[in-house]
Nanobody
């Protein structure tokens, strides 16, 4: 089993920045992809950004040009740099990962979530 632990959420004013971190630990043979989802009150969980093992990146249209996902492969860690934050970015942000624990076995994992609130 693997585990994902997030950090870095908080309260920020519109136009401000935050950086989220997600570290994977436990039984890790290979990480296929890691990324960030978010869920605002009354809304469905949505993909924010994802990076795969080959370095391919996907962003939600709503965050393109403002958010940047990056990784430190040797540390099994991904980051989400969020700039020019808007009130509509307010949500619980969840780290997500597709991780092989051995050659044959993979699972999808979720972090516990971290609150991001954008408000003046």
């Amino acid at each position: 089993q693997a585990h994902l632990v997030e950090s870095g959420g908080g309260l920020v004013q519109p136009g401000g920045s935050l950086r989220l971190s997600c570290a994977a630990s436990g039984s890790i043979f290979r990480i296929v992809a890691m990324g960030w989802y978010r869920q605002a009150p009354g809304k469905q969980r949505e993909l924010v950004a994802r990076i795969n093992s080959g370095g391919g990146i996907n962003y939600a249209d709503s965050v393109k040009g403002r958010f940047t996902i990056s990784r430190v492969t040797a540390e099994n860690t991904v980051y989400l740099q969020m700039n020019n934050l808007k009130p509509e970015d307010t949500a619980v942000y969840y780290c997500n990962g597709y991780i092989y624990s051995d050659v044959y076995t993979w699972n999808e994992y979720w972090g516990q979530g971290t609150q991001v609130t954008v408000s003046s």
